[in-house]
Antibody, heavy 120, light 111 residues
Framework: QVQLQESGPGLVKPSGTLSLTCAVS?????????WSWVRQPPGKGLEWIGE???????KYNPSLKSRVTISVDQSKNHFSLKLTSVTAADTAVYYC?????????????WGRGTLVTVSS | QSALTQPASVSGSPGQSITISCTGT?????????VSWYQQHPGKAPKLLIY???NRPSGVSDRFSGSKSGNTASLTISGLQAEDEADYYC???????????FGGGTNLTVL
């Protein structure tokens, strides 16, 4: 049974860089899946951040593209998110999620999420 | 403002049926059968309920069903149960550069 687990600092200072990792257990990150990051500000709806294929191909939300980098480490079976120049507006629960292939547009598996607060 | 429009809240009594709408445009909901629905209980991760407009993943109750007409998709929950009380989100593929669009979410209260 494949599981996703987010990890990383829960507090980031304004103008700093948010860094999170999503560990994939029970399966290989090198399968034909796309791996995504989605966030949810407190009390608000969901926002797609971007996704990556195990080959390194990426897609990003244009509203965040200038600040976002998503990378994959096949040897560690995890993928990562970096968001630079953060502000309070980036405070959110960050989820990693899986899309089963390029032909399918839904997330069939989600991590439990991790809250990241941007504050000094 | 979310790209897909959902009612902020709906309610129903146990045993009743409710429908949640999700309205987009011809660039997303109306143009493709790539609408999916997620259930989210407080403090929990979203759970896939419906994909490709009307398909249920294995393990999801057949009380949940999806449909689409024009630019509006709908999620219907029949035989409401207390555990259905949650937030529900729709999402769709879009031809815009964002690839994905989400609804703002609908809070379901079981009276």
């Amino acid at each position: 049974q494949v599981q996703l687990q987010e990890s990383g600092p829960g507090l980031v200072k304004p103008s700093g860089t948010l860094s999170l990792t999503c560990a994939v257990s029970g399966g290989s990150i090198s399968s034909s899946y796309w791996w995504s990051w989605v966030r949810q500000p407190p009390g608000k709806g969901l926002e797609w951040i971007g996704e990556i294929y195990h080959s390194g191909n990426t897609k990003y939300n244009p509203s965040l593209k200038s600040r976002v980098t998503i990378s994959v480490d096949q040897s560690k079976n995890h993928f990562s998110l970096k968001l630079t120049s953060v502000t309070a507006a980036d405070t959110a629960v960050y989820y990693c999620a899986r899309r089963i292939s390029a032909a399918y547009w839904y997330f069939d598996l989600w991590g439990r999420g991790t809250l990241v607060t941007v504050s000094s | 403002q979310s790209a897909l429009t959902q009612p902020a809240s709906v309610s129903g009594s146990p045993g009743q049926s409710i429908t949640i709408s999700c309205t987009g445009t011809s660039s997303d909901v109306g143009g493709y059968d790539f609408v999916s629905w997620y259930q989210q209980h407080p403090g929990k991760a979203p759970k896939l309920l419906i994909y490709d407009v009307s398909n249920r993943p294995s393990g999801v109750s057949d009380r949940f069903s999806g449909s689409k007409s024009g630019n509006t998709a709908s999620l219907t929950i029949s035989g409401l149960q207390a555990e259905d009380e949650a937030d529900y989100y729709c999402t769709s593929y879009t031809t815009s550069s964002t690839f994905w669009v989400f609804g703002g979410g609908t809070n379901l209260t079981v009276l």
